[in-house]
Structures are given as C-alpha cells and as structure tokens.
C-alpha cells in the first residue's frame, strides 16, 4: 500500500509540472497571438490542472458523471451539478425580462382618441368593402328634452370657412347646415359630409348624384348634435335647397324614400337621365343597423 501510495504520488506530481508547463507554454501564445486560440489553450490547460490535482488525490470520475472518493467512499455529484449551472443562470436573467415586458406601453391603455381613428389594413388579402359614411354606434347618449326641442325647433346655422355649400330642408327646420366636401370623422362631427367621388350641384355633366350624409345622434357640442334627428320626416314632393358660397340656389323635391345596407354603395352611383340629391343618415334608433336614403330630384 505504502508503495502504491508512493506510486500515485510521483504520477500527481509529474501531470502537475506537465500541466503547469502547458499553462505558461499557453499563456505565452495568447501574449504573443492576443488571439481566441491562446485563450482556449489557456483554459484547457487550466482544466488539466484540476484534472491533476482531483487525480492526485485520489478522485475518479466513472463514466456516469458519478465520482466514488477513495476515503470516505460517498458519491460525489459534480457533473449533476455542474448541469444545473444554465438553468440557474436562466432563472436569474427571468425576473428581467418579465420587468421589461411590463414596462413595454400598451397602445390600447396609452391611446384615447375622442374620435375613430382611421388606420389602413396593412396585412388585406382583398380591398375592403367600400361602407356608407356617417356610420354611429349603438352607444351613443340619448338626447335631452333640450337637445329635443332644439331638434324640433327651427335651427339655423352659419357657413364657416371650409364649407362649399349650405344645406335647407323647411318642412324639418334645417337652416343654410355647413356641408363640406369630405366624409371624414372631422366633417361628420362639424356639419354634414358631402362624398367626394360623388356629383356637385354645379358638376358639368347631364346626370349627377349629389350626396350628402350626416348624423342622425352625433357629437353633443357640435353641429353634427341631431343634424339629421328628423330626416325621417321628410315627404314626397318636399322641398330640398342647396347654395352655394356666391348665393347661388339648386332646388330639389323629394321623390322617393328607402333603406339600405351599410354596404350598399351602390346608392352613391349616378341614375341614368336623373339629376338629384341624396341624403344619408342612420337608423333605426338606437340600433342603426340599416341607412336611411332620401331621394330629391332637380327642379
């Protein structure tokens, strides 16, 4: 035993000169090269040291990643936990990430436009379906029994700057309404909407569909408030005038009535050999599900 002992000692003592001499011979590369090559060197060289020294005093490693000690004979779980070592590591860098994602702003809690925002569909396979404009949700607040009887009043308006022309409608107390030749969120809410794509009273060509549409609830402190609360009431035969910002008159009569889809575009077209005007609003209240089309032919 003595000389076995003796035996393992002198085999120690010859792989830590050999490794020692491994590591400067290493280190004198990575000096030398200042290259990712020295460096591996280094470190497997340094491995080769411990390998070494554990040898030396009297450690094995068997092939499980299990290790048996030659003095006290207990299982030694270096490779097991030496696996554990990423997991560890990855638990660590966890609680980071998770602080960063709840940093990261919410577009929906951060945005609270007072109006629909418009944006294009990035990822459509088709065109999108073309809608009627003035569309209202199902949520908007009932009107007052002041907002009423303004309704039911004789309302007039000015015609700011932006405005192409005046709208009247005598029979439901609609006064020179600010018609503006856009059908955005901003001309709904002011006036009424005038379809660009669609004819203009003044339009030089032998048939023409003016159309115009507005809110039938609206914005409260706007003119867009019940604009078209009573549209409902128009009649055949009643009279419809447009004027324009010189003065000039186009007057139409009511010639028919009728509901349609929201998708029905189709109503924003020309009739052949008909020169009129088509007015737009939701209904019913306060569902809204279908559009509400008054037709008035030139006279």
Not at 25 to 50: D, I, M, N, Q
Not at 169 to 186: E, L, M, R, T
Not at 230 to 237: A, H, K, M, T, V
Request: hydrophobic share 35%; net charge negative; glycine share 8%.
């Amino acid at each position: 035993m003595f000389r076995e002992g003796n035996s393992l000692l002198k085999v120690g003592v010859i792989l830590m000169a050999l490794a020692l001499a491994l590591v400067i011979a290493a280190l004198v590369v990575s000096v030398t090269l200042g290259s990712e090559p020295g460096r591996v060197a280094a470190e497997v060289a340094s491995k080769a040291v411990g390998e070494a020294s554990r040898y030396s005093s009297g450690e094995q490693e068997s092939s499980l990643g299990y290790g048996s000690s030659s003095r006290s004979g207990e299982p030694v779980r270096q490779r097991k936990e030496d696996a554990k070592k990423p997991q560890a590591v990855a638990a660590a860098f966890e609680p980071e990430a998770s602080k960063s994602r709840s940093e990261m702003p919410q577009s929906g809690s951060q945005q609270t436009p007072s109006e629909p925002e418009l944006r294009p569909q990035q990822h459509q396979a088709q065109p999108r379906e073309q809608l009627l404009p003035a569309a209202e949700d199902t949520d908007w607040p009932g009107p007052t029994q002041e907002e009423l009887q303004s309704a039911n009043a004789p309302r007039h308006y000015n015609l700011p700057a932006g405005a192409i022309m005046g709208l009247t409608i005598h029979s439901i107390g609609i006064y020179n309404a600010p018609v503006f030749d856009s059908d955005s969120q901003w001309a709904l809410a002011t006036g009424v909407a005038h379809v660009p794509q669609t004819s203009l009273p003044w339009s030089p060509t032998a048939q023409r569909n003016v159309y115009l549409a507005g809110h039938r609830m609206g914005f409260r402190g706007t003119w867009s408030r019940l604009i078209f609360y009573n549209l409902d009431e128009l009649r055949e035969g009643e009279k419809v005038v447009l004027e324009d910002r010189t003065g000039r008159s186009y007057e139409y009569r009511v010639s028919e009535t009728f509901l349609a889809d929201p998708t029905d575009s189709w109503v924003m077209g020309q009739v052949r050999g008909r020169d009129m005007l088509t007015l737009q609003t939701c209904t019913p209240i306060p569902t809204f599900e279908k559009r509400l089309i008054i037709r008035a032919d030139r006279v």
